[in-house]
């Protein structure tokens, strides 16, 4: 057991030193304030401090950890690093040159969230504002470097340590934003669409969108037998977010009641998990969270204890209070719409702090590396280039022993659309060589 000494434990600490020892190296370890108990102890230790003392092993702590508060706080790395930015650099002769805790609590809590108020059209952070954009990591899980290099480092000074290396998981989650196309949107909304068809002679759509209300197997966005087909074939884990909020300009899925819609839901939800996607509007309305997952549980029968918010609206720290109040305790929100890559720095699962509150909460944060719709629309990459960028960032995940989550949508699996269903084979296949 690794025994860490430090002036003050405190809720900060406590996560920090955690989630580097726990979530991510599997090491147990315990602090103390205890100075004779640090002294005496025979096994690996290493102390965290703001004033060195005599021993030995020790990291120069920032004061960080040790505030009850936020503050202004813009951690600077020099430009050219080697493998991953060393941020909150230390002044002293210490173990690594830089705080590794607060380097990991830093990023890990979002802190740099809590500061910026400019965001972009859809109230969102924005991953071109953030530092690790800024330092050209994002498409790193530098986290998982650092603390990779601080266990080598340990390793030498203590060849007792014992480390256990963490296992690789894929999980592909589909968003359902669309269910349907055509089909189970109501009579207003199709005879709308249908003569804006005929009126702009698009015949093909017009019948299309007839025959998907006849039989909803024939609508376009009904790709799930696909989806299904390929995830059993490869063995792989898949999850499914569902949209179940009222009707909006953002939020277009057939109402909750609709018998086809819940006929769909209720399949999907016998072999796979099935999350709630909060509607759109419940970003300004958070309450909704609650009634929207209510009715998921009604039409599955089943818990509903994970949520990914639409259009990846969060905001922090009340979107993780309200999924926390409502029995959410697995979050898959944690990614740029703009860009792919580590928005936390980590690959690894971690339990969300509260910055606001100062404490740590039951709140599972995944961090999902891609998103073909950021893919596509947003950095415009040919499919070559995105199926190239997402084996890269699932290789850096592998060498970690990470958690690498895909995000797709059904309507990116209709027909004429191989090239993208060709991206995602490519990452099921790569998951398992």
Request: proline share 4%.
């Amino acid at each position: 057991m690794m025994l860490v000494y430090t002036d003050i434990i405190t809720p900060r600490v406590n996560y920090a030193i955690g989630l580097v020892f726990t979530s991510v190296l599997n090491i147990p370890f315990k602090i103390t304030e205890d100075k004779k108990e640090f002294d005496e102890y025979t096994l690996p230790k290493i102390a965290y401090t703001r004033i060195p003392d005599f021993f030995g092993i020790y990291i120069a702590a920032h004061n960080l950890l040790f505030d009850t508060h936020t503050k202004e706080v813009m951690p600077e790395a020099d430009k050219n690093y080697v493998d991953f930015p060393r941020f909150f650099k230390s002044n002293s002769q210490d173990f690594l040159g830089y705080d590794i805790f607060a380097m990991t609590f830093y990023f890990a809590t979002r802190y740099e969230e809590y500061q910026v108020s400019e965001k972009d059209n859809h109230q969102r952070f924005q991953a071109e504002k953030s530092i690790s954009f800024k330092y050209k990591c994002l498409h790193i899980p530098f986290l998982n470097k650092a603390i990779h290099e601080f266990a080598l480092k340990l390793k030498q000074e203590f060849p007792s340590l014992n480390t256990v290396k963490r296992t690789f998981n894929f999980i592909s989650t589909i968003d359902i934003d669309n269910a349907f196309a055509y089909a189970h949107k109501g009579l207003t909304r199709n005879l709308g669409g249908l003569a804006k068809d005929v009126l702009s002679l698009k015949f093909a759509k017009a019948l299309l969108r007839i025959k998907s209300n006849v039989n909803d197997q024939s609508d376009p966005y009904n790709t799930f037998d696909l989806i299904n087909t390929l995830s059993g074939e490869s063995k792989t884990a898949l999850q499914y977010f569902v949209l179940i909020g009222d009707h909006s300009t953002y939020d277009k899925n057939p109402h909750h009641k609709n018998q086809g819609f819940r006929k769909l839901i209720k399949s999907l939800s016998v072999n796979h998990p099935i999350g709630l996607h909060p509607s759109y509007e419940s970003y300004n309305e958070p309450e909704k969270i609650g009634v929207e997952k209510k009715r998921l549980e009604e039409i599955t029968g089943k818990k509903v204890s994970s949520a990914r918010c639409h259009f990846l609206r969060l905001t922090l720290p009340e979107t993780y209070r309200t999924f926390i109040a409502e029995g959410i305790t697995d979050d898959y929100t944690m990614i740029y719409a703009s860009q792919s890559g580590f928005r936390t720095g980590l690959c690894t699962p971690f339990n969300w702090f509260d910055l606001e509150k100062n404490e740590p909460t039951n709140l599972m944060i995944h961090t999902s590396a891609i998103m073909e719709g950021t893919l596509r629309d947003y950095n415009k990459l040919s499919t070559e280039k995105a199926q190239n960028t997402a084996l890269l960032l699932m290789q850096e995940v592998k060498k970690y022993g990470g958690e690498f989550i895909s995000i797709f949508h059904n309507d990116s699996f209709v027909a004429g659309e191989n090239h993208w269903i060709d991206v995602y084979k490519s990452i099921l296949n790569e998951s398992k060589s």
